[in-house]
């Protein structure tokens, strides 16, 4: 069973950065495909950004291209989100997801076994 925790939320102002951080344990790491997504109130879960197992492949959201950047470190069990130059709109509760999928990055909540508990990220304008 793989368990993701997240941190590293807050309040920022518009145009700040933030940085998420996802651990993970209970499972082989480097074997995971990892993602973020987010849910802001009132809207679905949506995808954000997916890194490959290898970590040698990205997926990103339009929203947040040029903005975010995945990252991963398989030997400390981790996975990163860099949030640069943030709006308003990308207000969120954001959650860290894995599945063991190792041919695609796949975008839909529900390839998606793992979920951690979510950190809120609240952007003022």
């Known amino acids: 069973q793989v368990q993701l925790v997240e941190s590293g939320g807050g309040l920022v102002q518009a145009g700040g950065s933030l940085r998420l951080s996802c651990a993970a344990s209970?499972?082989?790491?480097?074997?995971?495909?990892m993602a973020w997504f987010r849910q802001a109130p009132g809207k679905e879960r949506e995808f954000v950004v997916g890194?490959?197992?290898?970590?040698?492949?990205?997926e990103y959201a339009d929203s947040v291209k040029g903005r975010f950047t995945i990252s991963r470190d398989n030997a400390k069990k981790m996975v990163y989100l860099q949030m640069n130059s943030l709006k308003a709109e990308d207000t969120a509760v954001y959650y860290c997801?894995?599945?063991?999928?190792?041919?695609?990055?796949?975008?839909?909540?529900?390839?998606?076994?793992?979920w951690g508990q979510g950190t809120q990220v609240t952007v003022s304008s």
């Open positions: 997801a894995a599945n063991f999928d190792r041919r695609t990055i796949a975008t839909p909540r529900a390839r998606y076994e793992y």
């Open positions: 209970g499972g082989t790491f480097s074997n995971l495909a």
């Open positions: 890194v490959s197992w290898s970590g040698g492949s990205t």
